[in-house]
T-cell receptor, first 111, second 111 residues
């Protein structure tokens, strides 16, 4: 069964304390891996798309990387405004374009 | 801002009532998706349109749920005879490539 597992479920960091979030996936042929940020009561906000192992994308304090079995979202010197839930998703390999999401990592950055 | 819009943002209804939600996608996007998200979970796929054609429906979408996308523009999601288990955030997303862009969601509470 195609699955996406994110860890940790929750993470508390001090401002400036860098860390990484993990997204492991089991799909038969990755067609795309996607990272989103979601604030409470709002829809997911697109961050990155990754397609192949070794690919990296960066945006401000965030960097996403991809291997054959997992993806990491690295957060460098986080600020309180980075507090949110970070969701990982893979595109369904059957070709229907739908996403399979993980349950997310709730990040809290303390000032 | 020409992002995905959803209306209403919040809906409170009594069990057994019918409700309808609307999604206006980004204008140039031909794909439109509906997802449902409950607290602490990632979004779960409900259904997918390419232009006006509904190409896939999840088994989560019982007979009480129906979705339409007339003329390939906006979409509506109707839930008939609502149940307390239907309480969730209903998210709409649109895209023309692999990446999906989400709206703010409609929060449904069934009393």
């Amino acid at each position: 069964e195609d699955q996406v597992t994110q860890s940790p479920e929750a993470l508390r960091l001090q401002e400036g304390e860098s860390s990484s979030l993990n997204c492991s996936y089991t799909v038969s042929g990755l067609r795309g891996l996607f990272w989103y940020r979601q604030d409470p009561g709002k829809g997911p906000e697109f961050l990155f798309t990754l397609y192949s192992a070794g690919e990296e994308k960066e945006k401000e304090r965030l960097k996403a990387t991809l291997t054959k079995k997992e993806s990491f979202l690295h957060i460098t010197a986080p600020k309180p405004e980075d507090s949110a839930t970070y969701l990982c998703a893979v595109q369904d390999p059957s070709g229907t374009y739908k996403y399979i999401f993980g349950t997310g990592t709730r990040l809290k950055v303390l000032a | 801002d020409t992002g995905v819009s959803q209306n209403p943002r919040h809906k409170i209804t009594k069990r057994g009532q019918n409700v309808t939600f609307r999604c206006d996608p980004i204008s140039e996007h031909n794909r439109l998706y509906w997802y449902r998200q409950t607290l602490g979970q990632g979004p779960e796929f409900l259904t997918y349109f390419q232009n006006e054609a509904q190409l896939e429906k999840s088994r989560l979408l019982s007979d009480r749920f129906s979705a339409e996308r007339p003329k390939g523009s906006f979409s509506t999601l109707e839930i008939q005879r609502t149940e307390q288990g239907d309480s969730a955030m209903y998210l709409c997303a649109s895209g023309s490539t692999d990446t999906q862009y989400f709206g703010p969601g409609t929060r449904l509470t069934v009393l």
